[in-house]
């Protein structure tokens, strides 16, 4: 758990970082869930208002995963000797000593240069929608110093897209009013849609800079802050005894602050400052906002409501395992960030760019919240249901600002929102969600139940040449893109899904009286099983998919990508076969795609680019879905090994998906997952992280340590207790909050089993069976002998 450059504090809820020159930016995510910035061990990031694309706040970096070179900084100059460093110890790059920590939602970094020490807070508070910066410095040289702070970010506002294309005419309409404390900032061209429109208007929002303490110089002109030929290493507007003023008109925008201080030896100094956003929406008076963010006060008074606001939303479930590293990611990093995909989806992050979270990642991302908030995940829940079409297509990304795209070409989107709704009513018995009415794209409403059903017909209806549904433009695997493009080529796994979903919805269907159609809805899944099992089995596991020229995926026999790892971890889950060919699959998987550090998502890598199968052929081999060791497939494949009672393997796969178990040569953050590390066939990159932060793998690897490992499983009429663990855990605990009501587990397993349940205790008297009844009580124990 410590690697060369950190480690986790002692309670888990800090990373600490010991050098400025981590071999990438480690982020953090400082956000209310509306506003929400980046900001890395050393203060670089950008920043946005609930939309990264089109409420941009904070200018992006071009490279920002590399070289961090945009974000928050504060520069120090010896006014004696003209003599400047930061205090984030990056860009300019001097420092004596240096230490960043990571904390749910704020990012704290301290330094000493020269005999000056400084403190950086950076954070955004519930309520405030502004991120809050706190400077100050200490005077430890001994004598007195007479120096200039300055604070510095630059602003890309509204359509990010447009600043990325065309800095300067973008600029053209930057409307900047400056003030004593800071400035207010408009922009006044914005689309409300993708790309360049004649239907431009001023952005509704706007942004504001303001400080605790008046600066003695203010400029917003960026050109005039770094002048030519420099850069945030050497910027020449702080050479003179004032920033300059500036006054470029149109140019970019930047916010530098400079006060001029005098610090006698062992004093301080402090200020506070604020960018933030008036949005249009807001009830609240922008003078009122801004006053109040002249005061120091509102700066601690927040600080605290920011800490008890994730505290609260973080409570609700705790494990207590033999194995410290588990508990440190369920307990804090792992929850951290199920909340940040939860608000944030799939785009922004220093790798992520463009797109929006499609309607499978928000429903997974919803999933992964629904034990520590069913209420937030409704909320999500009810927003994706409005990317529905009449004949159940799912629209394309599932954005904040309510664009509506055309029918994803993802054939997959709408099986996932039966999977979270499901999942939300098993957690809550909020059945009367199903009745709610929510608008379609193409004009009138349906219910929640409706859109599940019309997801799941268009899938039992589909009928490809071996019988099984079409792959189309790509599934869970969406870079498999020409697998089925010309409209014969079909998915096994997405066969497989569709049973697990028909499974998971059967109950409510049934609830529901709908029993003819629930009939028919097996009868297919049966038929599924059936020429999955007939058709699709090649001796050792499962065929992926068949090309539109009805040739297999993934078949012993290919040179490359003769095995791919979902059509065997969901068949598992979804039980298609006997309990032998399943374990076989599961004995495949690690076979040949097992690596220290998880499962590929296929193997071995394509090296060709192949038109039959798509992009996916195309990334480098080893990378990304080109058989990377890919974590959101690998965390799947936990809960596989769950189901089929093999504990040893699940936790040690848990164990080796930790991000915290990589070895030196991941790169990226050891605090929370990646979509993948570079897998075997990347050679010497083998292990190399990448694409941090935004992926399911949070939330697949949160429950399958809740529901499949510890086994505590939401069902209609209660908590089904099946715990599946490495059979060295002798006893280990769980908090789960469960229809409104606390539960405490304590499992103990003298026997040392894998599985098995031998009693179970509710508040000291016997359960018959391992189902739990729903709760009587707010505070419920539980003790469960394994054996
Ligand atoms: C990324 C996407 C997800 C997709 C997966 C595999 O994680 O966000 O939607 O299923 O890659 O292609």
């Keep these: 758990m410590t690697s060369n450059h950190g480690q986790f504090s002692k309670d888990g809820r800090e990373y600490i970082i010991n050098t400025p020159n981590t071999p990438r930016p480690w982020i953090n995510y400082l956000t209310n869930g509306d506003y929400c910035a980046l900001c890395s061990h050393v203060g670089g990031g950008f920043s946005f208002f609930r939309d990264h694309r089109f409420n941009g706040v904070l200018k992006r970096g071009l490279q920002q995963s590399q070289d961090d070179l945009a974000g928050r900084f504060v520069y120090v100059k010896d006014e004696e000797t003209g003599e400047v460093w930061t205090a984030n110890v990056h860009p300019v790059g001097k420092f004596d000593t240096f230490e960043a920590r990571h904390g749910i939602g704020y990012t704290l970094i301290k330094s000493s240069y020269n005999g000056i020490s400084a403190d950086l807070r950076y954070f955004v508070s519930p309520g405030i929608d502004a991120e809050l910066w706190t400077i100050r410095l200490d005077n430890r040289s001994g004598k007195l110093r007479r120096l200039s702070v300055y604070s510095l970010a630059e602003f890309s506002l509204g359509n990010v897209s447009l600043y990325e294309g065309d800095v300067n ?236 795209e055309g029918p994803s070409v993802k054939v997959d989107l709408p099986l996932w929102f039966v999977l979270a709704v499901t999942d939300y009513l098993r957690e809550t018995g909020d059945t009367d969600f199903l009745d709610e009415s929510l608008p379609l794209i193409d004009g009138g409403a349906s219910t929640v139940y409706e859109k599940m059903i019309t997801g799941i017909e268009r899938m039992v209806r589909q009928r490809g040449p071996h019988g099984l549904p079409l792959m189309g433009k790509g599934d869970w695997n969406d870079a498999a893109n020409a697998v089925g493009v010309k409209g014969r080529g079909e998915s096994v796994w997405l066969a497989q899904f569709l049973c697990y979903v028909i499974g998971e919805i059967a109950p409510l269907m049934r609830r529901k009286n709908d029993h003819a159609r629930l009939a028919s809805y097996e009868e297919r899944a049966g038929e ?111 809960v596989a090994r769950a189901v089929m009672g093999r504990g040893r393997d699940a936790v040690d796969l848990f164990r080796r998906i930790l991000p915290s178990n990589k070895a030196d040569n991941y790169l990226v953050e050891p605090y929370i997952y990646s979509q993948f590390c570079a897998g075997p066939d990347a050679g010497a990159a083998h292990g190399q992280g990448a694409y941090h932060w935004l992926t399911g793998t949070a939330a697949w690897m949160f429950r399958a340590m809740t529901d499949y490992i510890i086994g505590v499983r939401p069902e209609l009429q209660g908590l089904r207790i099946r715990p599946v663990v490495d059979p060295s855990w002798k006893s280990f605990t769980m908090k789960r909050l469960f229809s409104g009501s606390t539960y405490r587990f304590t499992f103990e397993n003298p026997d040392g089993v894998e599985t098995g349940v031998r009693q179970i205790y509710l508040d000291d008297q016997l359960v018959d069976g391992t189902l739990l009844p729903l709760p009587t009580h707010k505070q419920h124990q539980v003790r469960v002998v394994m054996g």
């Design 169 to 404: 005419f973008h600029g053209l309409f930057n409307e900047v009013k400056a003030n004593e404390h800071g400035f207010v900032a408009g922009h006044m061209l914005w689309f409300p849609e993708y790309g360049w429109s004649e239907d431009s208007r001023p952005w509704a929002h706007s942004v504001f800079l303001t400080t605790t303490q008046k600066p003695d110089r203010i400029t917003t002109d960026r050109i005039a802050f770094f002048g030519p030929f420099r850069s945030l290493a050497n910027p020449k507007g702080i050479e003179g005894e004032y920033l300059p003023k500036g006054g470029g008109g149109c140019t970019e925008l930047a916010g530098a602050c400079q006060w001029r201080i005098q610090l006698a030896p062992g004093k301080s100094w402090s200020v506070n400052e604020a960018i933030g956003m008036f949005h249009a929406s807001s009830s609240q008076e922008p003078q009122q906002v801004v006053a109040k963010l002249q005061s120091a006060a509102t700066y601690e008074d927040a600080w605290k409501a920011h800490n008890e606001h994730w505290t609260r939303l973080m409570d609700p479930v705790e494990v207590e395992t033999p194995d410290p590293a588990i508990n440190i990611m369920m307990n804090v990093w792992n929850k951290w960030q199920l909340f940040v995909n939860f608000y944030f989806g799939r785009a922004p992050s220093y790798f992520h760019k463009g797109q929006y979270p499609a309607m499978r990642d928000c429903c997974q991302d919803a999933f992964g919240v629904i034990p520590l908030s069913p209420e937030l995940a409704k909320v999500n829940l009810r927003r994706v249901g409005t990317f529905f079409f009449r004949d159940g297509q799912a629209a394309g990304g599932c954005n904040r600002i309510g664009l509506k």
């Design 528 to 638: 599924l099983r059936k020429i999955i099992n007939a058709q699709c089995w090649d001796g050792e596991w499962f065929v992926r998919a068949f090309r539109d020229d009805g040739r297999p995926l993934g078949v012993k026999g290919e040179k490359e990508g003769y095995i791919w790892i979902n059509s065997q971890t969901w068949a598992v889950i979804a039980g298609i076969a006997d309990p032998e060919r399943l374990n076989t699959c599961l004995d495949s998987v690690e076979k040949h795609m097992g690596t220290p550090y998880g499962l590929t998502n296929l193997a071995p890598a394509y090296t060709k680019y192949d038109s039959t199968i798509g992009l996916i052929t195309g990334f480098r081999a080893g990378w990304k879905e080109n058989g990377a060791v890919f974590s959101h497939a690998s965390s799947f494949n936990v």
